[in-house]
């Protein structure tokens, strides 16, 4: 099991940026595939940028030439920089994590990821 945090959230406006941090503090071992997911109040986890360590990236459409996820695989952590943000990309923000190469069908799936962090919160007015 990975403990995943994650900071960086907070209440922003329409056209601001934040950047996202997700972390395994104490792990030591390679996680191969990580990913953001976003879920607002009573609605599911959509995946919004996943990596893995081959540095292959996917996005959701809403997202693309807004976001960007890096990874550093020596430290087991992934950014989410966020631009241009807008209301709709409020919600709170998931990290996820496995010690899998995942097929292109699971990278933006809930079902790809065995490990979860808390989330933190992101607001836009």
């Known amino acids: 099991h990975v403990q995943l945090v994650e900071s960086g959230g907070g209440s922003v406006q329409s056209g601001d940026s934040l950047t996202l941090l997700c972390s395994a503090p104490g792990y030591r071992y390679r996680i191969v595939s990580m990913a953001w997911f976003r879920q607002g109040p009573g609605q599911y986890r959509e995946g919004i940028a996943a990596v893995d360590e081959d540095n292959t990236i996917t996005y959701k459409d809403s997202v693309k030439g807004r976001f960007i996820i890096t990874k550093d695989n020596a430290k087991n952590t992934i950014t989410l920089q966020m631009s241009n943000l807008k209301p709709e990309d409020s919600g709170v923000y998931l990290c996820?994590?496995?010690?899998?190469?995942?097929?292109?069908?699971?990278?933006?799936?809930?079902?790809?990821?065995?490990?979860w962090g808390e989330g933190t919160q992101v607001t836009v007015s």
């Open positions: 996820a994590a496995d010690r899998r190469l995942l097929q292109p069908r699971l990278r933006l799936s809930e079902l790809g990821y065995k490990d």
